[in-house]
């Protein structure tokens, strides 16, 4: 006589793990496309040159001024009688303030605005901003 074998299946529970990984990509994407968004807000087109400014490790200011001549600083839109005022309020003792202009802004433009940024007391330096050449 043959003793029949029960074959026991045991039903094992199992996590469904792919609308995670469906989630987690479409999370991933969506902050792969509006990370660039927000570090080039403003659009500069900035001169090329071979020395590159240190930053320190505190917070600088920077102001930016576009090809329209729209002033902005530290991102926000301003006129230029409001920049000062702003400045004023915002200075830290010895402070560095980064100018970025636009290739296509007139060299006297920027000359007067880092003249009247120097005069602000508690700016320590005013660095005119570039783009490394390659």
Known sequence: MQL??????EHQPEVNV?????VSLM????FMVTTPMLHHGIKVEL?????????????DLVVHIDKNNNLFLSGQP???TKLESQLKSTVKKDQTVFVKADRGISYGTVIELVDRIKQIEGIKYVALAT????
């Open 4 to 9: 029949k074998r029960r074959s026991r299946t």
């Open 78 to 80: 301003t006129t230029s």
């Open 18 to 22: 792919i609308p995670l990984i469906d």
């Open 47 to 59: 001169p090329k040159g071979k020395a590159q400014e240190t930053r320190s490790l505190e917070e």
């Open 27 to 30: 999370l991933l994407l969506v």
């Open 131 to 134: 783009e490394r050449k390659a």
